[in-house]
């Protein structure tokens, strides 16, 4: 703990210290709250009142999913992002969840990796990574 605090004050890390949140627009803050809560089991947390439609989500009581109601005409993907992924665990629970909700999805193997890389997509066609690790499959 010595060393990091040295290293602080001698400025060796960046000052930026993690990802805070993905915003996504959206025409359907619904389609994304039955998505993200109700088949994916992310948590609606604490949104302030701001003059826009939207919600925020939360891992961990964190907001890391906002999204925001737009009339503008959307893409139907994730634009210049590829994906944005999450770790999880459970592979089972998750994949039934999953099912129940009829959310298709992409189990992917990693080789040389203990590692399964599910994907799916939302209602706007962003692609939502999950990686299990381990005995979690």
Not at 74 to 98: E, M, Q, V, W, Y
Request: hydrophobic fraction near 40%; proline fraction near 4%; charge should be negative.
């Amino acid at each position: 703990e010595a060393v990091m605090e040295q290293n602080n004050k001698a400025e060796k890390f960046a000052n930026i210290v993690s990802l805070d949140h993905v915003n996504i627009l959206t025409s359907d803050v619904d389609a994304c709250r039955k998505f993200y809560v109700d088949a994916l089991g992310f948590k609606e947390g604490f949104r302030p009142e701001f003059d826009s439609v939207g919600l925020w989500l939360s891992l961990k009581e964190i907001p890391v999913l906002h999204f925001i109601q737009t009339d503008e005409e959307l893409p139907n993907n994730s634009g210049t992002i590829d994906h944005i992924a999450f770790r999880a665990h459970d592979f089972n629970k998750f994949t039934a969840r999953l099912k129940k909700h009829g959310v298709a999805y992409e189990d992917n193997p990693v080789p040389e990796l203990d590692l399964h890389q599910l994907f799916c997509y939302d209602p706007h066609g962003v692609k939502i990574e999950f990686n299990f690790e381990g005995q979690c499959k």
